[in-house]
């Protein structure tokens, strides 16, 4: 009877048992020598089973079979250049998947593998619960559980490995890498299809994937052959730095997906904070607890807020009905109960919710769970094509755009930069608040706490929307990938968040003190100019302005008075407040511009609902304008800021306002 | 006795040295500036499917996989 001969590779990670597999394999017949030019050992042994001799070459052990090290070369250079007829791989139970990487790999080469699952009675006692039928079904390998070390599964494995190797062509199982470096893959792989030498040679999805890994190595392999200058010029023009890594965390993604189907894992200790850490980092829990965080934190801010609002209200009504009452000459007590008390009073009266949603922010920030949301938002981030250092800014963006752009200088990739100075101002900061407080607060009722969380949740998802759209249009290019600290947990000191606080919401005090003042003097004044017009009636400056603006805003449900309050929202967003205030001619406190716009027809819920969703989005203020042209370093990015934003302001409340209409919610 | 190993490699809770960052200058410098320095003891913490979080010189990170791949570690055995 003919022996037919069978060559067989070991690979393996090191420490998975590989040696006491060889050696259970071939018991004495082994001899040991050299690598051919380095130093690493090499055995190589012959077991003769059943009509089969198989020679069993011993691989180094490698994690990967990137070239970082001689070991992994060796290895790999074995695989593809001698071609065994099958390739083992040691798989230690304990660890499936630091070991499923190299897997993954083989799979790659295209080689037929044989996975001999060793050390599973210590993942078994260990807890661990590996159903070997699913490893099958996933990876389209045979495994063989083994104990190397009693020999157990040996046997079987050497079946495992005869039925291999007389098989004929097997179905390569890829990885998808995502559509960006799949574009690459091919536009190599037509390339190296064109060398025949090459492609006979290599696996070609195999070697495109390692060049655009930017394998050394295999650089040199394909340098002198006829296409080595196109696949550099097409390399050149690619981030190799960044494909690595997308690359091999898309393998652990593959990993991942099959891992738990695959696995029962054992329980793992852990400390308190480590399992804080498990259950707000999760990948189902976390979304949803921060979530419910955020919403916990506004629904808090509208309720803790009501008394000191209640408060501010007596105290301005008193001052301006007493300044009223003290000065003779008209016009000035007009300029200073409507104009002055009016418009900085409700611009005032929104400083408790402010003060108490930045505490709330700071605890949040103090205990260290903002690092986390970050960390539980990066995936989403990656996933909309930013980092997880994009997330802070998008953040603080909710405090105030202004510090949250200057913030983006800690983004070194610059088209993350950029994107994220685009989508920030998306995030509503503090100052628009005080129109939802305002609107929400007067057509929503009990639920405005509510409206207003979900006009944030917008804001985000505008965000998201646009960044996804800047990455795939004017952006091209995907996301560096991420690093990012967590600081310890601590219980927040009450000190420390009422100093955070005091920061922020004095930023906003100072505003209100200054440029809003500007804002509603130069309110009253259009409102009362030409001399000897009714206030705010059509005939004034503003009148004039916003009827000309009416067209344009009339399929929002807008009409002149808010095209108004909008236009002077530009100078700070707060303002489209004061404006309403002014223009309706009551002003001097909340009750009384709510009341008011109950009483007045030409706003109710549904236009009320479109002008904060306007007001949301709509170009931001000068002063954010201001620091996206000195971020940015150009005009042409804070035109197209302006620009965008204020189209999509404009579809998202046309779309509201006609689809409500629609549906019966109008008038 | 002492193996070198990309972190990722690492088993969950066990400490090993860094040696070596085979990333280009830009991360190398990122990497460097969060303590990703020679000698810096660190220790995986916990593997999340996308990422996993660790320990270096008492400060925890969370870090992508692919950026764990270029961290070479070495352990004792």
């Known amino acids: ?667 | 006795m002492f193996e070198v190993l990309p972190l990722i490699m690492m088993p969950e809770g066990v400490e090993g040295k860094v040696v070596e960052i085979r990333a280009g200058k830009g991360l190398l410098r990122r990497l460097t500036e969060m303590g990703f320095t020679e000698n810096s003891v660190v220790k995986i913490l916990s593997t999340n499917r996308g990422s996993l979080i660790v320990t270096i010189n008492n400060c925890k990170y969370a870090l992508g996989k692919g950026m764990a791949m270029k961290i070479m570690v070495k352990r004792d055995l």
């Open chain 1, 1 to 667: 009877m003919v022996t037919k001969k069978i060559t067989v590779a070991l690979a393996g990670n090191p420490n998975v048992g590989k040696t006491t597999i060889f050696n259970a394999i071939t018991g004495a017949r082994q001899h040991v020598g050299n690598w051919p030019g380095v130093t690493v050992e090499k055995k190589i042994g012959i077991r003769n089973y059943k009509d089969f001799e198989i020679e069993v070459v011993d691989l180094p052990g490698t994690y990967s079979l990137t070239a970082y090290s001689i070991d992994e070369i060796v290895a790999r250079d074995y695989i593809i250049e001698e071609r065994p007829d099958v390739v083992v791989q040691i798989v230690d139970a304990t660890n499936l998947e630091r070991n499923l990487y190299l897997t993954t790999q083989m799979m790659e080469l295209g080689s037929k593998v044989v996975i001999a699952l060793n050390m599973s009675d210590l993942a078994e006692q260990k807890g661990d619960i590996i159903f070997k039928e699913k490893m099958e079904e996933f990876l389209e390998i045979p495994v063989v559980k083994t104990v190397g070390s009693k020999s157990i599964g040996i046997d079987r494995l050497l079946d495992e490995i005869i039925k291999e190797a007389v098989k004929g062509p097997h179905h390569e199982h890829e990885i998808g890498y995502g559509n960006k470096a799949e574009k690459k893959i091919n536009e190599l792989e037509n390339i190296i299809n064109n060398d025949n030498v090459l492609s006979k040679k290599y696996p070609l999805r195999w070697l495109s994937v390692k060049l655009l890994e930017g394998d050394e190595n295999i650089l040199q392999k394909i340098e002198g052959s006829s296409i080595a200058g196109q696949v550099k010029k097409l390399l050149e023009t690619a981030d190799l730095e960044d494909y690595e890594a997308v690359m091999a965390d898309k393998r652990y993604d593959s990993i991942n997906a099959m891992l738990p189907q695959m696995c029962l894992r054992c329980v793992k200790k852990l400390t308190v904070s480590d399992m804080i850490d498990r259950v707000f980092t999760n990948k189902y829990l976390g979304l949803p607890i921060f979530l419910a965080f955020m919403w916990g934190a506004f629904e808090l801010t509208f309720t803790m807020a009501t008394p000191f609002m209640d408060l501010i209200d007596i105290v301005f009504g008193w001052v301006a009905g007493f300044v009223a009452e003290k000065i003779e000459i008209q016009w000035l007590a007009s300029l200073i109960a409507d104009g002055i008390i009016g418009g900085v009073g409700s611009v005032l009266i929104f400083v408790p919710n402010i003060f108490i949603l930045f505490f709330l922010l700071s605890i949040l920030e103090g205990s260290g769970y903002l690092a986390r949301a970050a960390f539980i938002m990066d995936k989403l981030m990656y996933s909309i094509g930013l980092q997880g250092k994009s997330f802070i800014p998008m953040l603080m963006g909710f405090g105030c755009s202004v510090p949250a752009i200057m913030a983006t200088r800690t983004i070194e990739d610059e088209k993350d930069r950029l994107i994220t100075i685009l989508v920030t101002p998306f995030m509503s900061c503090g100052a628009r608040l005080p129109v939802y407080v305002l609107l929400a607060g007067t057509f929503f009722g009990k639920d405005a706490g509510s409206v207003i969380f979900a006009i944030y949740v917008l804001g985000i998802l505008a965000a998201i929307i646009s960044a996804k759209l800047f990455r795939n249009t004017i952006l091209k290019g995907d996301p560096a990938p991420f690093i990012m600290e967590l600081p310890p947990y601590r219980i927040p000191t009450l000190k420390a968040s009422a100093i955070h606080m005091w920061d922020k919401g004095s930023m906003y005090l100072k505003k209100a003190g200054t440029i809003i003042l500007f804002g509603v003097i130069f309110v009253w004044l259009l409102a009362s100019l030409p001399w000897g017009v009714e206030y705010g009636s059509k005939d004034s400056f503003v009148g004039v302005i916003g009827h000309i603006l009416e067209p344009l805003v009339a399929p929002l449900g807008f009409d002149w008075q808010i095209a108004v309050a909008l236009i002077f929202g530009f100078i700070a967003k707060e303002i489209v407040v004061g404006s309403l205030g002014v223009l309706y001619g009551v002003g001097e406190d909340e009750e009384a511009l709510s009341t008011s716009l109950i009483d007045e027809p030409s706003i109710y819920a549904l236009n009320a609902l479109g002008l904060m969703v306007f007001t949301l989005l709509y170009m931001p203020c000068v002063a954010t304008i201001g620091v996206i042209r000195k971020e940015s370093g150009s005009w042409k990015w804070t035109v197209f800021a302006i620009v965008y934003s204020t189209v999509f302001a404009w579809i998202m409340a046309f779309t509201i306002f006609q689809a409500g209409t629609y549906l019966g919610y109008g008038i």
